[in-house]
């Protein structure tokens, strides 16, 4: 008598639980009939058969070369692959450890030419119908996304999906996108953000703590600025989408959702994101380049990394810094320059013009704050009013005797929530930012034009300078500027600077 397996699947394309019953019922009756022993059944449950990444099919493969079989029955091919090459792979690694495959729905013998052309003709079949599905189901999603439709998956923090099908902004979620946005353009660090975000109760998607992982992919995620996207992390052919390696002909239509925030803070936190980069060799360097990630080569484009050398003068050793393209070999010196930009700076906006625009660009942004603060405590009030009229309701229920488990439970879960709310409600009552005077600023301003350590030029640096780009025969310091009530915007000043 002949040990056999059965190994059984179904995948996620109109299938269920169930038609892995009907499978093992008629291999099973297969087995029977041909007087075999069934030593054990292999189950894969959602697993396409477009690969051969499947958990149960790996470890058939691997029972089969310790012996303990002669076997293996499939209800059909397609159970088996739907892939030429896994097929035939995988059927030799069988046959070369002594087990022959067989089909109890599909009547062929594959020792015979006829039974070979046959079972080649349906491996192709099934291949064929698994591709030409996936053509069909990819055209459907393109059509989708060139109307800027949900396309199945989660939608983003921050969004949900309309009756249409559209997104919509979660307003509630929302607030804690444009506090992340808002945290990181202003300079905050991800602990800082992650720690505001849970401490004012905000959640990711799924309902969890925010991580500094969960930063990473709203920061970078299009979405947010008002811009549909589609197929961005499509992976090769039989492969799993890859999160992060972008598909060039991936789709974007720009205004196609509706944006959580403006397009220039999603332009200064791509900045801001570009400039956290570590420039190479930033994690070895012992002295402080103060324009690293910000300073570049105009010739070429590529970033100029800082390096330093020393030279012997009899009794005292003095270090020479410099910045240079690891391209082109372009190279200025590196102190004369950071001095040259903070004397840019002095002379372009510490001065008392600028001042007053400086104040009412932080006052404003701090009005916009104090109105989300007011938002959100509307939001809180309104929660604790739907938390409290839900024990209401529940107390009721215990009052008349109807007394269970999942009531205490409730009634406890609401009251936590509600206490939690509370607790919030009453910081942001506490919290409140005074508007900023042209005095204070002014101090701290003249205090950075008095100073001459690498700390103050470092400062007025991180705060005013977007990026420095190295020429031939001049250098552009590209800084930001404070317009009456906006927001900094960026305005390129030409400063030709001796090398």
Known sequence: MLNAVIYARYSSDNQREESIDAQLRICRKHCEDRGYKIVHEYIDEAFTATNDRRPDYQQMIKDAKKGGFQVAVFHKVNRNARNEYDYYFNKMQLIRAGVTVEYAGQSFDTTTAEGQLMENQLVGMAAYFSRNLSKEVKKGQNENALKCVHNGGTPPLGYDVGPDKRYVINEQEARAVRLIFDMYTNGSRYPDIVDECNRRGYTTKSGKEFRYTSLHDILANQKYAGFYVYGKNRG????????????????????????????????????????????????????????????????????????????????????????????????????????????????????????????????????????????????????????????????????????????????????????????????????????????????????????????????????????????????????????????????????????
Not at 350 to 374: A, C, G, P, Q
Not at 382 to 409: C, P, V
Not at 452 to 477: C, L, P
Request: aromatic share 6%.
């Open 236 to 499: 090769p052919r039989n492969m799993p989408r890859n999160g992060h390696k972008n598909c060039e002909d991936a789709l974007v239509v720009e205004g196609g959702m509706p944006a959580i925030i403006d397009m220039d803070t999603w332009k200064r936190a791509c900045a801001c994101m570009d400039k956290h980069r570590r420039a190479p060799g930033s994690v070895r360097a012992k002295v402080e380049y103060l324009l690293s990630d910000l300073i570049s080569c105009g010739e070429c484009g590529c970033k100029m990394q800082g390096n330093s050398y020393r030279h012997k003068l009899k009794d005292k050793v003095k270090e020479y810094l410099y910045y240079r393209c690891p391209n082109c070999g372009r190279q200025v010196k590196g102190r004369p320059l950071e001095k040259q930009v903070v004397d840019v700076i002095r002379r372009l906006i510490l001065n008392n013009r600028h001042i007053r625009s400086i104040v009412d660009s932080i006052n404003v942004k701090l009005e916009e704050s104090n109105m989300e603060f007011t938002a959100e405590i509307h939001s809180l009030q309104s929660q604790i009013a739907t938390l409290e009229q839900s024990n209401d309701r529940l107390m009721g229920l215990l009052e008349t005797g109807e007394i269970s488990d999942i009531l205490i439970a409730r009634i406890k879960k609401n009251s936590e929530k509600a206490s939690a709310a509370r607790q919030r409600l009453a910081e942001i009552k506490e919290y409140s930012r005074e508007v900023l005077s042209v005095e204070k600023v002014k101090a701290v301003i003249n205090n950075w034009k008095m100073t001459n350590n690498e700390e103050g030029y470092n400062a007025m640096i991180n705060t005013f300078v977007r990026s420095v780009t190295v020429y031939k025969d001049n250098i552009d310091v590209d800084l930001y500027l404070c317009i009456g009530s906006n927001e900094y915007t960026s305005e390129k000043l030409k400063k030709s600077l001796a090398k």
